[in-house]
């Protein structure tokens, strides 16, 4: 088996930029939405300003460069080579944390978050508080490679990750996740590997089986959050679920189409008052966007969730010590009574004010401060 871990430099082709470029410019609109909201999907106006920014203005040379300097890496693993950052803290104590991203996001989510996580004293924190850093492509998404065989679910993946920290030489480790990387991270906490001390969610499992009765009004509004999204909300979900392959040779053809699927989610899922522009700036949703049309990765992205099992939000047994982060904008809000359930050792909960679905890159200082004031309890 070949452990070897590489460097890895990215330099993206001029002639695959040029490509991009000549996309963007012939691009064949549909017709203007029949409503005046969000109703019916991204608003025409919206898109077409974000593809215009993205053909005119944007530069994808400065987000390599980003990249770049965080020190990226590869390594085979299961047969598959797995891209990563991986960032040391300048503090000799520093706690190792493994953070996964979900869909549609990318590692581009925890940029924000990097600097006060690993070097904290240089943004006014406490060096107790450092972390090493080791922040993974999901199989199939961005730089890491895409499955060819089947089976590339989440507790391979889990797998995997516990293989990479090993070979990173941490014996003591933390984990943390949101979306997929939440379900990740519950399938790493599940099997309680040697040196794993703790994991922290944003997005916990917690529903219990049906029936759902004499319920707190807290618990009431997550089924109704799940009904809500299930209604309106899942039919990206049950298209890459069901026909992942079909849906990919429309977006992997189409940067707009492609750069559409994910803008929607990002209105839809974050706590932005309407206009994702109100909380993401047009460089960091394309610089997330890019990682998916740069490295034609729709089509394997989407297969993850045709790979998953079909319990969706189901509780999940972690015996773990666990911390969780409510933040109010997510798809639900999972009640403590029913994460006490599930989750025999909580470490850390608190339900904040502001904040949704793709918290490091939403509120990157909350993130932060959530992340430190959870992993403090079991350095």
Known sequence: MNNTIEPFYLAVSQSVLDDLHARLAAV?????????DWSQGVPLDHIRALTDYWKDEYDWRRCEAMLNGHGQFRTQIDGLGIHFLHIRSPEPNAMPLVMTHGWPGSIIEFNKVIGPLTDPVAYGGDARDAFHLIIPSLPGYGLSDKPTETG???????????????????TRYCAQGGDWGAAVTTALG?????GLAAIHLNFPFVLPDEPHENLSDAERQMVADIERYSKSDSGYAIQQRSRPQTLGYALADSPVGQAAWIYEKLWSWSDCAGDPRNIFSLDEMLDNIMLYWL?????????LYWESNSRGFRAIQLEIPTGCSIFPKEIYRAPRSWADRCIPNIIHWNELERGGHFAAFEQPVLFVDEIRTCFRKIR
């Open 295 to 303: 490295t034609n990765s729709a089509t394997s992205s989407a297969r």
């Open 152 to 170: 590339w679910g989440m507790h391979r993946i889990a797998r995997a990750w516990r293989e990479l920290v090993a070979r990173l030489g941490y």
């Open 28 to 36: 064949r609109w549909p017709d203007r939405e029949t409503v005046s």
């Open 190 to 194: 599940a099997m309680q590997p040697e």
